[in-house]
């Protein structure tokens, strides 16, 4: 319990806050025991966000033909990363409009609209034609602080804490400017600076490389099916018989009798090491489970997924608090594939520590005795049969490929040296990425240390949230 005079209440306060959340004793003993605090107003160079007015999210291939920009959003976030496997763009006259939203190599970007929880920092190989969405807020940080160490502070226990206090609205989460410059920053020193600038060099490395490994497990399948810088010369329109289409397939949607579907199924049915139904070779686990209500279980959901195929996390509830779409039981190894068309790219091999999770009834669940979870993987999350999979869609509000569907797609049988070199690819991708999670959540000690050691008596804010 927190019992302060109304006159201290209205300090530091143009919310006029009154509810007991924003008076919890760990922020005012914070704010009493570290010396020399800053707001982040201090350290900011330039910082805005922007409202958009009217943008449109269109097409991905109309948009790279015409070179329009990214359309960057909290959901290509991954703290601190940005993912590159699925951007939305918008209409060139909107990157002439909307100076302001440009993005810059060095910008830390903060959630401040909905979860209000993921903070990334802007790579200086990133695309230079990105707009940056409203629900971000981009900031460049002045030579007062390391830039990393004030988004190791951000993403520590006690910068989540504060961003977790100042943010409004029950609905929708939102943390304005005056409220996001107003959360204080320790004064750290400049030993833990330099050593946390030396962690993210590495950390960024690590990631990097992790990625250079996929892609060159990706390489390799490719050139095994013969689609290294495949380019398909289809012409626009496909003319089908009743008896060949709608007879046949139940099908009158021009989508799905696209010829470049067509070519590509053809493709696999003249694989040299053969092909095989799904259903044939590959083990469907679509039971459903139904979580006990007193009982806690990691939940995993399509957000949750990261571009090379990790799961980045999950939410972590007893089974009475979960969602009613939470009823898939998933195991160790095992290839969770989004049914969902606008995330297909979300696919993850289940790692031992996950075995026994739940995850949403938006995925199916696959193992195989013939084909490792490994190649599943690259194989599912490849152009050839990111292409087949969106083929066999269908529905209105929900698009989505259905189980019979699924069982029927056509799966070119992989060599079993291929099979083995991508395995090892991933797993060294695989280390060299919890390589980059260790340093980072090292980073993050190191910070919340140095806070903990300055103060005077301060109280863990381990009750706050954050971490």
Known sequence: MSEILFSEVLKDNDNSRIDSEYFKKEFLNFFKNIPNLRNLSEFVLDGYRVVYENTKIIDSEVAQEKDCPIFLQATDLATPFIRADNFSYVDNQDWERYVKGRIKSGEILIEVKGKVEKVAIVPNDFPDKTLVSGSLYKMTVNEKISKYVLLTYLISKYGTAFKNRYKTNLLISFISKPDLYRIPVPNFSSELQNKIDSMFINIFKSQKQSEILYKEAETLLLEHLGLKDFQAACKPVNIKSLKDSFLQTGRLDAEYYQPIYELLKNH????????????????????????????????????????????????????????????????????????????????????????????????????????????????????????????????????????????????????????????????????????????????????????????????????????
Request: hydrophobic content about 35%.
């Open 268 to 467: 696999i049915f003249s694989h040299s090491n053969g092909f095989a139904k799904l259903g044939d070779v590959c083990r469907l686990n679509d039971e459903n489970y139904t979580p006990k209500d007193n009982q806690e279980y990691d939940y995993i959901e399509l957000s949750n997924i990261g571009k090379s195929g990790e799961i980045t996390g999950s939410t972590r509830a007893l089974g009475k608090e979960l969602p009613s779409r939470a009823r898939r039981k998933v195991q160790a190894n095992q290839v969770m594939i989004s049914s969902i068309e606008g995330s297909l790219q979300s696919c993850a091999i289940v790692p031992a520590h996950y075995d026994n999770a739940l995850c949403s009834t938006g995925f199916y669940v696959l193992s195989s005795d013939k084909i490792n979870a490994e190649t599943l993987l690259v194989l599912f999350k490849s152009s050839l049969m990111q292409q087949i999979l969106k083929k066999n869609c269908s529905g209105t509000i929900l698009t989505a490929i259905n189980k019979e569907e699924l069982l029927n797609i056509p799966l070119p049988i992989i060599d079993e040296k291929i099979q083995t070199q991508i395995a090892e690819f991933l797993r060294q991708s695989n280390d060299l990425r919890e390589q980059a999670t260790q340093l980072l959540a090292q980073a993050k000690s190191n910070v919340e240390l140095e806070i903990e050691n300055i103060s005077l008596n301060i109280n863990n804010l381990q009750d706050c949230g954050g971490g």
